[in-house]
């Protein structure tokens, strides 16, 4: 079975600022990807950035980019030039061939402060 | 535009009765999921669809059904068996085939009195 763990509940970070969110998760699987979502207060989900596990280059979108990090696991997002519309809820997710599903991580809730 | 639609997006239900919440998409997505929300647990699977007339159970199915009638559109259906309803949910489509982005609809605030 998929897991994906967010250990950080709740973080803030002040405007123009860089701050990373942490993620892991555990697969028997070889192929795999991973995202992360945001969920603003509007509550509309909002695809960050997609990493494809046999990409050993991690991806990055914008201030977005990722720390992919395969043999341990670690999946995390680091936002640079924090924006004020960057807070948000941020969902780590994983998915497989095999299960056919996102498996969601219990979140991180960034608020980005003047 | 294309997107995904929910209605409504309040829902109130008195105990012991079912309650259908709609879920449209005009992306030509074969595939649809329902997630639900709840506060501290992300989002859990309910049901998911790959193609019309085909579905599956997802992590938390009891309490549940679905249907899958038409390409863009896979309602849900919260009976009265289901404990606890009171929930934010969430529908989402995406393209069929592994790791694909999953666009997500406005979502439903279902509250059970």
């Known amino acids: 079975a998929q897991t994906v763990t967010q250990s950080q509940p709740e973080m803030s970070v002040q405007e123009a600022e860089t701050v990373t969110l942490s993620c892991t998760y555990d697969?028997?699987?070889?192929?795999?990807?991973l995202f992360w979502y945001k969920q603003p207060p509007s509550r509309q989900m909002i695809l960050v950035i997609r990493?494809?596990?046999?990409?050993?280059q991690n991806a990055t979108e914008n201030r977005f980019s990722v720390n992919f990090q395969k043999a341990a696991k670690s999946f995390s997002l680091k936002i640079s030039d924090s924006q004020l519309g960057d807070t948000a809820m941020y969902f780590c997710?994983?998915?497989?061939?095999?299960?056919?599903?996102?498996?969601f991580g219990t979140g991180t809730r960034l608020q980005v402060t003047l | 535009d294309g997107g995904i639609t929910q209605s409504p997006k309040y829902l109130f239900r008195k105990e012991g009765q079912n309650v259908t919440l709609s879920c449209e998409q005009n992306?030509?997505?074969?595939?649809m999921y329902w997630y639900r929300q709840d506060p501290g647990q992300g989002l859990r699977l309910i049901y998911y669809?790959?193609?019309?007339?085909?579905?599956q159970k997802g992590d938390i199915a009891e309490g549940y059904s679905v249907s899958r009638e038409k390409k863009e559109s896979f309602p849900l259906t919260v009976t009265s068996t289901q404990k606890n309803p009171t929930a934010f949910y969430l529908c989402?489509?995406?393209?069929?085939?592994?790791?694909?982005?999953?666009?997500f609809g406005p979502g439903t605030r279902l509250t059970v009195l």
């Open positions: 989402a489509s995406s393209i069929a085939g592994g790791g694909r982005e999953q666009f």
């Open positions: 697969t028997s699987e070889s192929n795999y990807y």
């Open positions: 990493q494809e596990a046999y990409k050993q």
């Open positions: 997710a994983s998915y497989t061939g095999t299960a056919s599903k996102l498996t």
């Open positions: 992306l030509n997505h074969d595939a």
């Open positions: 669809s790959q193609i019309v007339n085909d579905f």
